[in-house]
Structures are given as structure tokens and as C-alpha cells.
């Protein structure tokens, strides 16, 4: 089954393989349509993310605002957005502020669906842009990056606010029934984090310590999505009990470090390249490139989940997801 594949991996117990999780952005599939879904039938995911919806009777905003407030605007090209209206991008907003309402009516009833339609899977609930990606949508990207040295407190006080939100989703998941939580909040660039160390660990450890802690007392999994280079907080990652780190980016870190030196401490899911060798290389390099992540970021009794660093983009050659998938069969078999 699936979803003890999974846990053995996590919890370094000597998986039967390597599991993965497709990680394969929707335009794809409707880029490359049958041709990809039923090649994908014969390597079936082991991992059914879920997300959260909108409440039931939550109505859009006449501009397009979501239920946050925020406004998003495509970006050039069709792929991503970013967010041109903040709600919060003066604090004095922040008085008179609603947060969304986590255990809202609806929010989880599209997830429960995919869940029964997915037995025997490894279900993780999504808990997104779950502290600073969520604090700089409301407050605005270089104001937040400002306010971290300039107005603390304000800072603080949102944060607060948006882990009171995120618990709420926790506790939401946790009866759902799923297996773990997966939080998604990028604290790296391409070559070193966002902000200084010594602010991410008076600010946003003690809260993640938090989650973690809720994650655990109901029995579930806390896994971490963050783009970038975050070398230099794995260390504490791993002290407040991130059970899975997921990114890997490797033009961002080099892996055969990171799996040298924390290999066994924490399980790694990622490490694919999918900015350059997925879109750009051929099946060869993207079969080494798989073999290269096994061998770096697992060990003989587990500790890797195989997916890519980002989403699998349109702009991938169909013939290089294929590889992917045949690869992880083919070298996901760890040695005893």
C-alpha cells in the first residue's frame, strides 16, 4: 500500500522503494492531454495531495479579490502571478481585518471527494503560503522584508494571527483523517535565504516549532515545501522536528551535500531539476539526474520521497516526464 510505502520513508523503516509524488502542474496535463494520463497509469502516485476551498458561502469580490483580499495579476508568459493588491499594506488595517474562518463550511469537502476516490493512497493536506508567504500577500513583499527590523511588533502580532489560521487548518485535515500536513513557504533565493538566519529563527522557527507540535499530537507528518537555497536553516529544521523537506532545488543547493551532511536526520523529498534538465535536457541526463537524487538524498533504510524541486511545467518535453517516472522504478529500489 501506498501510504505505508510512504511512512517507512519518512520514518526511515526500510520502504520496499522509493515513493514519489507526481508534482505535475494542471496545464500540463492538458498540454499533453491522454498521451500523458494513461502513460501515468502504469506508475501510480503514492502521494494524493489536497488542497482547501473557498467556503460555501464565500462570493468573489466585484475586482477579483480572493477570500483574503488579495488580488492577483498573471504574470508575463501565462505562468504564475503575483499579487497587486495587499490588504494589509498599511497596519492600520489590521485592527479591522477579518481572517478567513479555517473550519468555514466547504472548506474541505473537495478534498474528502478526492479522498474516497483514492484509497490505499499517503494523503497530505495542504496548509499554503503558510506564515511569511501569507504575511507578505497581505502586507506586501518589501514592506514585510522592512517591517521585520522596523516594526516587530506589528509583524509579530500578524504572524500570531495567521498561525492562529493555519492550526485551524491543521485540526480541519486531522479529522479529515489525512496523513500529513504540507506547509508551503519559500524562505530561499538562488543562492541564500531571503532574510538573515538570525531573523528567521526569532521570528518564524518558534512558530513552525507550533505547527510541528500540532502536526505531531494528532499523529501526522509535517512536511515543508520551500523553494531556494535554505541550507543554512536544515539544522533547525531538523531541531524542531520537520519530518520532510521538499525543494531540493539543485542549482539552489548542492545535494550531495546536503544529503552528506544531514542525510539520515530528516527525509528528503525533491531534488529533480526542474528548472533546467527537466525542461531542457534529454531522457539520459534526466535518468541520471533521478539516479543521482536517490543516491545522495536517501539512505539503505529510507529517508527520500521522489518528486520534483517545482512543478513539472508545460514547457517539458513529454519524452522527459517519461523518464522521470521509468527512472524512479527503475533505481528506486534501495541496496541492503
Same mark, same amino acid.
Given at each position: 500500500m501506498s501510504r505505508e510505502l510512504v511512512r517507512k520513508a519518512v520514518e526511515f523503516d526500510s520502504p520496499e522503494r522509493v515513493p514519489f509524488l507526481y508534482w505535475i502542474d494542471s496545464r500540463t496535463f492538458q498540454k499533453y492531454g491522454e498521451a500523458l494520463t494513461d502513460f501515468l497509469k502504469d506508475f501510480p502516485e503514492d502521494i494524493c495531495q489536497l488542497h482547501i476551498t473557498t467556503p460555501k458561502d464565500?462570493?468573489?469580490?466585484?475586482?477579483?479579490?480572493? *477570500?483574503?483580499?488579495?488580488?492577483? %495579476?498573471?504574470?508575463?508568459?501565462? #505562468?504564475?502571478? $503575483? !499579487?497587486?493588491?495587499?490588504?494589509?499594506?498599511?497596519?492600520?488595517?489590521?485592527?479591522?481585518?477579518?481572517?478567513?474562518?479555517?473550519?468555514?463550511?466547504?472548506?474541505?469537502?473537495?478534498?474528502?471527494?478526492?479522498?474516497?476516490?483514492?484509497?490505499?493512497?499517503?494523503?497530505?493536506?495542504?496548509?499554503?503560503?503558510?506564515?511569511?508567504?501569507?504575511?507578505?500577500?497581505?502586507?506586501?513583499?518589501?514592506?514585510?522584508? *522592512?517591517?521585520?527590523?522596523?516594526? %516587530?511588533?506589528?509583524?509579530?502580532? #500578524?504572524?500570531? $494571527? !495567521?498561525?492562529?489560521?493555519?492550526?485551524?487548518?491543521?485540526?480541519?485535515?486531522?479529522?479529515?483523517g489525512v496523513d500529513g500536513i504540507f506547509f508551503m513557504d519559500d524562505y530561499g533565493l538562488q543562492n541564500q535565504l531571503v532574510m538573515p538566519p538570525k531573523l528567521f529563527r526569532q521570528i518564524f522557527k518558534p512558530r513552525y516549532r507550533q505547527l510541528i507540535e500540532v502536526c505531531h499530537k494528532s499523529g501526522l507528518h509535517a512536511f515543508l515545501h520551500s523553494c531556494g537555497n535554505v541550507y543554512e536553516i536544515i539544522p533547525d529544521l531538523i531541531e524542531i522536528g520537520l519530518d520532510v523537506l521538499q525543494g531540493l532545488q539543485p542549482h539552489a543547493m548542492d545535494i550531495e551535500q546536503v544529503g552528506r551532511r544531514f542525510g539520515g536526520q530528516i527525509c528528503f523529498m525533491g531534488g529533480l531539476d526542474a528548472q533546467c534538465t527537466l525542461p531542457f535536457g534529454t531522457p539520459e541526463e534526466v535518468r541520471q539526474m533521478v539516479r543521482k537524487c536517490i543516491q545522495h538524498l536517501g539512505t539503505s533504510k529510507g529517508g527520500y520521497i521522489g518528486s520534483p524541486s517545482t512543478e513539472i511545467l508545460p514547457d517539458t518535453p513529454l519524452e522527459n516526464i517519461k523518464a522521470v517516472f521509468r527512472s524512479w522504478w527503475e533505481f528506486g529500489y534501495p541496496e541492503r
Open positions: 464565500w462570493q468573489p469580490a466585484p475586482d477579483g479579490s480572493d *477570500e483574503w483580499g488579495c488580488k492577483r %495579476r498573471a504574470a508575463t508568459g501565462g #505562468l504564475g502571478s $503575483r !499579487i497587486e493588491k495587499h490588504p494589509l499594506e498599511r497596519w492600520e488595517a489590521l485592527s479591522d481585518y477579518v481572517f478567513p474562518d479555517p473550519y468555514a463550511p466547504g472548506r474541505f469537502d473537495r478534498a474528502a471527494e478526492q479522498m474516497k476516490v483514492s484509497p490505499g493512497r499517503y494523503f497530505l493536506g495542504t496548509v499554503g503560503n503558510t506564515i511569511f508567504e501569507r504575511m507578505h500577500f497581505l502586507h506586501g513583499f518589501e514592506n514585510t522584508l *522592512e517591517d521585520l527590523y522596523l516594526n %516587530r511588533d506589528r509583524i509579530e502580532e #500578524l504572524a500570531d $494571527r !495567521i498561525l492562529e489560521f493555519d492550526i485551524g487548518l491543521i485540526h480541519g485535515w486531522a479529522k479529515l
